[in-house]
């Protein structure tokens, strides 16, 4: 036994230096933080920072980098100036940021490097590094829930056809799924936005705590959702074969759901929608397949600016045959970016009368506007 | 129409920035590589950078840093001092690399960082770059096979009592486990190693793909694989409660996974095994649980030296118990890291029958050594 001590010691000590690198040592009270602050719910194991102030709504950086000439942080459009200690380790506090998810990189000598301790996001078509500025109770709905079930986002590759390559995708299935292996559920196609990934809706986007809270609380009905890449990562070795999404879609993804899971396969229970991107996606895919969707949304993603009677190719001109085959467009924005109210307002005076549009109040092209586009979106579905 | 045309353009304007600084801009053919170079199957999207060379296991590594002194790649314990064009970007071939999957980081100025043409992988604590020097076919039993059905990794979130945290972790199920709602199944619980995490399993070791095959193949029963966290990545609100985790492991884990999963729950059908320090967590549940586990696995994780017969508390001492308790005992290692054949010499000259010792010939303590170890075990268990 002596000597797996020995050992054993040997991987306690590894874990040590690794440990105290972060911040903390394995056994003792972590490093206190000011005042206020607490790790941001984005870090690494053991990373005390970026540390961030849910009152004040500030971020504290700290960044290892005793060999560099100049360290920034660009957060939120601002790169904000680091002051180095004696150790080494460079140092700054940001301006109060909005609540919410936003990506941020490291500038070591002007060189956008990601932060060691932050968990990794995909996106702007790169890895970057985030961080939460918690909201309060309000957000409660995104957050996980230990007093009530949990459904299971599924990871799974599938074999395309039409692109000729191996696709990833992330399916979320309800808890009640497992218990009723009889019963069949409507499905949801929910697609990501330009520069992220299928892994988006359920990283960044929290959409499990989401869907599981409007589940278990009678408002949503229990349903599959479906994340598929709207291109952003592919196989390596076919990088030239993704420019049809809308048809993958369609024509490879669908049928793969509807065989592989428990669903109700006609059109009154499938539903799309996406955020920016992904909902310009949503309304190509859509509006080509008005047979296989009844029920749609784009958050930040109905791209129109003016005569909204007249585009996508007149799929609103005839309004009552508009209306008769969609149960519900759901057209949602933040306060705080470019705003489609015109054209909403435009397609009800012509007579369309499905649409629902929502205002996420103070909030742009980020993802709490899009957390709460679906929490005000999935409730509507498949009733 | 003219308007959205506008829109889109911008959309586009936005992908085509962001791709040329990965080296390929869309819509037209990908920079070309150097003779016998393909992205790295470990790169994001669009990176070309970095390239491996299945021939002679050499990866090229290019790196954007106009400002940077100095730019270093640091892989396989070697540093490589990088030389800048004049359009600042950083260039380096390595050397010949052992195929398979390898950490690495960037060094700006003397900064370990990520690079940001490569995925994610989460390795000594820290999110790291990887990259992967492809094997010849016979390295196929790893690869997405699209001609066979594929099971599901489910990303799972679950309450322990133990530790008072949301605990994640990952579920394996066959490909065959939807098409059969009464069948039950055998569990196989899988750990990761130090300062991985419980995502090392699925993504650096392609687990799903070993058993797809194996099970397709008829060599491995259907069976439900979970990979929970070693207490790596944890709950930023409580690090300090994750020092029990083989309790975790037998008291939180195993009765949720009965509830949430149609599984056999006698002993006869559950396993265990981890790699690394893993396999150290596999003998420190299993040997204080063995009314609850049959069969068991240490992939270059069995950690005794000298005297085994009285390790672990003297579990080996009565040989006839133990082999009347365990169906299997897998101990594996790589040939080019500490090899435990001594101890498993004496252990079976001691009377321990039911040890299988396997030797992954040529790899060392790396993840090919894992894949390799993975897939000798599963077709042993629960037959």
Same mark, same amino acid.
């Given at each position: ?50 540390? @961030? ?20 942080? /660009? ?9 180095? /200690?004696?150790? &080494? ?5 940001? /301006?109060?940021?909005?609540?919410? =998810? ?7 000598? &002007? ?49 395309? /056809? ?12 309800? $808890? ?11 499905? #949801? ?22 869907? *599981?809270?409007?589940?278990? $609380? ?20 076919? +990088? ?13 993804? @669908? ?10 396969? *006609? ?29 749609? &949304? ?6 129109? +600016?003016?005569?909204?009677? *007249?585009? =996508?190719?007149? @799929? ?13 467009? =759901? ?6 970016? +470019? ?17 629902? =549009? ?15 586009? #679906?929490?005000?979106?999935?409730? #509507?579905?498949?009733?």
């Amino acid at each position: 036994m002596r000597k797996l001590y020995i050992t054993l010691a040997a991987i306690f000590l590894c874990s040590v230096v690794s440990a105290q690198f972060a911040g903390i040592q394995r056994g003792q009270k972590p490093v206190p933080l000011p005042e206020g602050f607490k790790p941001s719910s984005t870090n690494t194991f053991l990373a005390r920072y970026p540390a @961030v102030n849910a009152e004040t709504r500030e971020a504290i950086f700290k960044v290892v980098a005793p060999t560099a000439q100049k360290v920034q942080v /660009d957060l939120a459009g601002k790169k904000y100036d680091m002051t180095k /200690d004696t150790s &080494g380790v460079w140092t700054c506090t940001s /301006d109060p940021q909005v609540v919410g =998810f936003h990506y941020y990189a490291i500038l070591i000598d &002007g060189v956008a490097v990601m932060d060691r301790n932050s968990e990794v996001f995909f996106g702007s078509n790169w890895e970057s590094s985030g961080i939460e500025i918690p909201e309060g109770p309000e957000g409660d709905y995104y957050r996980f829930n230990k007093d009530i079930p949990h459904g299971q986002v599924r990871s799974i590759h599938y074999w395309s /056809d039409i692109n000729g390559l191996e696709r990833h995708i992330n399916v979320y299935v309800p $808890a009640e799924y497992e218990a009723n292996p009889n019963k069949k559920y409507p499905v #949801l196609y929910l697609v990501h936005g330009w520069g992220e990934d299928e892994n988006g809706w359920s990283v960044q986007g929290h959409m499990a705590n989401i869907m *599981d809270g409007l589940i278990e $609380a009678g408002k949503a009905e229990p349903m599959i959702v479906v994340m598929p890449s709207g291109d952003i990562k592919t196989n390596s070795d076919v +990088r030239e074969a993704s420019g049809n999404v809308t048809e993958i879609f369609a024509k490879d993804l @669908v049928p793969y759901i509807d065989k592989t899971f428990r669903t109700k396969t *006609d059109r009154e229970n499938r539903a799309m929608a996406g955020l920016s991107r992904g909902g310009f996606q949503t309304t190509m895919t859509v509006f080509a397949n008005m047979d296989m969707f009844a029920w749609m &949304g784009t958050f930040s993603g109905f791209f129109v +600016r003016g005569d909204a009677v *007249d585009a =996508f190719n007149g @799929v609103f001109k005839d309004a009552d045959a508009f209306n008769s085959k969609m149960n519900l467009f =759901f057209i949602s924005t933040g306060t705080e970016e +470019r705003n489609p109210k015109d054209q909403v307002l435009e397609l009800k005076e012509h007579g369309i009368n499905n649409i629902v =549009f929502h205002e996420s109040q103070g909030t742009a092209h980020e993802w709490l506007t899009w957390r709460r586009a #679906l929490n005000e979106f999935a409730p #509507l579905l498949f009733k």
